[in-house]
């Protein structure tokens, strides 16, 4: 059996923002539920931070928190000191999960970035004011093998893209 399959799901601006003050600068529902339909049933990997900003293990999946803190408790989610502690943690439950999904932030992703085999990007086609930023990634590693374009409704409505990634063998 193949090992499950570690990815990436992440929403940015064109300037790379991914955050500002722990929160996302922008309001996109249709987002949040891509996000929810990806990842509902699956581990989810975060930083403490990111796990702190939503406040609660999300219903429906596992939640995977790495975290420096040796102490740190997350009452309901597993928590790990590594990037590699949680991609073991997701690999050992592999009968019950094919995917799981690294989902913030800069720092989880920078560390991801080298392990990951797909990422889901939602691309939001304008530049935000922002202190947390994804990675710069080597685009030349990567396959795009789909591409969704939208638009929120709306004369000036924001649009974005829902990209997914294949890295290249």
Same mark, same amino acid.
């Given at each position: #059996?193949?090992?499950?399959?570690f990815s990436i799901l992440v929403a940015m601006a064109?300037?790379?923002?991914?955050?500002?003050?722990?929160?996302?600068?922008?309001?996109?529902?249709? *987002?949040?539920?891509?996000?929810?339909?990806? %990842? #509902?049933?699956?581990?989810?990997?975060?930083? @403490?931070? %990111? +796990?702190?900003?939503?406040?609660?293990?999300?219903?429906?999946?596992?939640?995977?928190?790495?975290? @420096?803190?040796?102490? +740190?408790?997350?009452?309901?989610?597993? &928590? &790990?000191?590594?990037?590699?502690?949680?991609?073991?943690?997701?690999n050992e439950d592999k009968e019950m999960d094919q995917?799981?999904?690294?989902?913030?932030?800069?720092?989880?992703?920078?560390?991801?970035?080298?392990?990951?085999?797909? #990422?889901? &990007? %939602?691309?939001?086609?304008?530049?935000?004011?922002g202190d947390a930023l994804f990675p710069e990634f080597?685009?030349?590693?990567?396959?795009?093998?789909?591409?969704?374009?939208? @638009?929120? *409704?709306?004369?000036?409505?924001?649009? +974005?893209?829902?990209? &997914?990634?294949?890295?290249?063998?």
């Amino acid at each position: #059996m193949n090992s499950p399959r570690f990815s990436i799901l992440v929403a940015m601006a064109k300037n790379r923002v991914i955050g500002r003050n722990n929160a996302l600068p922008w309001q996109l529902s249709p *987002d949040l539920k891509r996000f929810k339909q990806l %990842t #509902m049933g699956h581990h989810i990997v975060m930083g @403490r931070k %990111t +796990y702190e900003s939503i406040g609660r293990p999300l219903p429906g999946r596992i939640s995977v928190i790495v975290s @420096r803190q040796s102490d +740190y408790q997350a009452p309901g989610a597993i &928590v &790990v000191g590594s990037i590699a502690e949680a991609l073991k943690v997701c690999n050992e439950d592999k009968e019950m999960d094919q995917e799981s999904f690294v989902i913030g932030g800069a720092e989880i992703y920078q560390q991801a970035l080298g392990l990951c085999q797909r #990422m889901y &990007v %939602t691309e939001i086609q304008q530049e935000f004011d922002g202190d947390a930023l994804f990675p710069e990634f080597n685009q030349q590693e990567w396959h795009e093998i789909s591409r969704e374009k939208h @638009r929120l *409704d709306g004369d000036d409505g924001l649009e +974005y893209h829902f990209v &997914v990634l294949d890295r290249k063998i």
